[in-house]
């Protein structure tokens, strides 16, 4: 795929997941899509951190995911209640997530702590 | 004297056979489809699109966009006619999408030059809507 393919391609697909992520939100999806359309268009780096032309459609591929997964619309519907709209492309995590212990020096390997030499702790 | 009792008796005695109701059921008769979407207000929805209405649809779309010229038909390209670079045809293209809820693939995306292809692309991946009915009534 040619670097005008896959930035045509990303596009779409960027100006697709702010209908999914903003819909009804009309001002929102607009603003999205114009602050898109402006990096697309910018030839140079919009944020000035010279990136090349593969790490900026990288972006804005990561952004797309994001829009559709990681972002969820609600309405106040009480005081203190809100509905969310979580849709098919929500990213959902699973209890199993909560239950993976975090790894610490003292659970296990020949690690020593308080840089200890590396003894085995039991 | 039993005996004569008991022959007087047969001879008043009558006989009754208990009446009983032929019920003749009626044969269902054919109910045609429209007394049935009148009677249970089933309201069908339109389900298929003509070329014109896409056409139609497709430049209401289209004149939503910066473009150079108001008139649109089937042969009007994208670039040369309507001025629009990649990206506002990828804009217009997405809104087609919304507006038919269709998918243009990569490929067609990449190659669409003219109206006229849009259109036929629409008419050969629109999905029809599905028939609706009250539910009240039911």
Redesign the interface.
């Known amino acids: 795929m040619s670097q005008a393919s896959r930035a045509l391609k990303a596009y779409r697909n960027a100006l697709r997941a702010t209908s999914v992520a903003f819909k009804n939100d009309l001002p929102t999806l607009n603003a999205a899509r114009n602050e898109i359309r402006t990096h697309m268009k910018s030839l140079e780096d919009p944020k000035g951190t010279n990136r090349s032309i593969d790490e900026r459609l990288k972006l804005l591929e990561e952004v797309t995911v994001f829009l559709r997964r990681n972002i969820v619309q609600g309405r106040k519907v009480d005081e203190d209640k809100y509905r969310l709209n979580i849709h098919k492309d929500t990213e959902l995590g699973d209890n199993d997530d909560i239950k993976k212990k975090k790894d610490s020096p003292s659970s296990g390997g020949f690690t020593g702590c308080c840089g200890g030499s590396g003894a085995k702790t039991s | 004297m039993l005996r004569n009792v008991s022959r007087q008796l047969l001879r008043s005695s009558k006989v009754y056979l208990p009446q009983v109701a032929v019920v003749r059921t009626q044969t269902p008769a054919f109910v045609s489809p429209s007394i049935i979407s009148k009677r249970f207000n089933i309201t069908q929805s339109a389900s298929t699109l003509t070329k014109e209405d896409v056409l139609t649809r497709s430049v209401s779309v289209l004149r939503g966009f910066e473009v150079k010229t108001k008139d649109i038909d089937l042969q009007t390209t994208f670039v040369q006619d309507l001025g629009m670079d990649?990206?506002d045809l990828?804009?217009a293209?997405?809104a087609l999408?919304?507006e038919f809820d269709v998918v243009?693939d990569?490929k067609t995306?990449?190659e669409i030059k003219t109206v006229g292809e849009v259109v036929d692309f629409v008419l050969a991946n629109y999905l029809p809507t599905e028939q609706s009915i009250n539910h009240t009534i039911r």
């Open positions: 990649s990206l990828n804009d293209l997405v999408e919304e243009f990569d995306a990449n």
